[in-house]
Structures are given as C-alpha cells and as structure tokens.
C-alpha cells in the first residue's frame, strides 16, 4: 500500500457495464492492490437509467467509513449529473472528495429519451460542490461546448482539462489512466491524458 487506506466510490455513466477494459475498471482494481476499499456498484438498467433507482443506489453506498479514513467518490459521465442531482437535492454522500469525469452538456443530456430525466430542471445556480474538481477532454462529443463552460465556470470548479481526451472513455482509449489513480491517492496531483 503507498499511502494511507481510503474508501473508494466509483460511479459509472450510460450504457456503462463496466467492461474490463475501461479506466474505472482498471482503476478499482489498482486501488485494491493498494488495500483501499473500493465501491463499484453497477448502477441498474444502465441502458435505460432512471434518475431515483441511481440515486437509491447511492443513498446505500453513503455510509463514510467506520475509522474516519478518508471517502473519495470518482465519477464520470451521466454520474456526474447523478452526483450534481443529489447534492441539489441533499442526498450526496459526505465524501472528502470528489472527482467529476467527463459530464455531458445538459443539451446533449436531454436530446437522448432514456436519460433526459438526468438533466431537466437542474440548476446549478447556488450548488454548493464541494471538495470537488473536474476533469474533462478536448473534443468531447458528449460536451461539445466544453464542461468547463456548463459545470467548471459556474460551480467554481479546480479543473483539468486533457487536449485530446474526449469522453474520456474505452472509445477515446481511456484504459489505464495513472494519472488519476495518482490523484485518488494524493490530492494535489494534477490528472491529465493517459498517452
């Protein structure tokens, strides 16, 4: 283990059954290694989500650890919304920190009929996101406009941007990721592309 034991929760976005292959896969099995514990639920009906199940979902995984170590939630895609959606409504979990992945624009949230729910009626005016930063990739398909423009600017995001990195997903070659098994384990660490 390199650093002291936290407790990991890893959320995934739409059409996501965490296939080997991608990052956050690959990055709860490294944190393992490392003798973290690690909450990776499969969040139900990931082709068809429905915004109360995911938030049920993770009301049950809030629980902080029992010896006060350190609770980090890494999210990406329609999760980021997910996690905006419960802090708006009271119901995120007290995590020291939280890194946001990725999010698509709300735009693009509500032009797709089985996640629409994720983004109609959310206001950003006066969330308060905290210990939170952003990572987001050049070129994304997802966020056309820039997440910084949508989340990081207005909520006052520390945020990462990756030339380049797109969705930051399988399809845009995000596998192993260092960089942001590096930050899980040290909060001043930088997260940038996996190339």
């Known amino acids: 283990m390199t650093s002291a034991s936290k407790t990991f929760l890893i959320l995934h976005g739409f059409q996501n059954h965490r296939p080997p292959g ?10 393992r290694e490392r003798g973290h514990e690690v909450r990776y639920p499969q969040l139900p009906e990931a082709d068809a989500p429905r915004l109360g199940e995911w938030l049920d979902v993770l009301d049950g ?19 980021v919304l997910l996690w905006l959606r419960a802090v708006a ?22 032009s797709i009929p089985e996640i629409a729910e994720f983004a109609e009626g959310l206001d950003l005016t006066g969330l308060d996101v905290k210990n939170a ?3 987001y990739g050049g070129g994304d398909p997802y966020c056309p406009e820039g997440a910084d423009v949508h989340y990081g ?33 040290n909060p001043e660490a930088r997260v940038g592309g996996n190339r």
Request: glycine share 12%; net charge negative; charged share 20%.
């Open 133 to 135: 930063r952003l990572v």
């Open 153 to 185: 600017v207005p909520l006052g995001l520390d945020a990462d941007h990756v030339p380049g990195g797109e969705h930051l997903d399988l399809d845009a070659g995000y596998g192993a990721w260092p960089d942001v098994l590096a930050w899980c384990e």
């Open 61 to 79: 995984q809030a629980e902080r650890p029992d010896d006060g170590s350190e609770f980090v939630v890494v999210g990406h895609s329609l999760s």
């Open 22 to 31: 991608h990052w956050q896969h690959w990055l709860a099995g490294a944190l």
């Open 89 to 110: 409504a009271g119901r995120a979990p007290d995590a020291d920190r939280v890194l946001l992945v990725a999010p698509p624009s709300p735009r693009v949230v509500g």
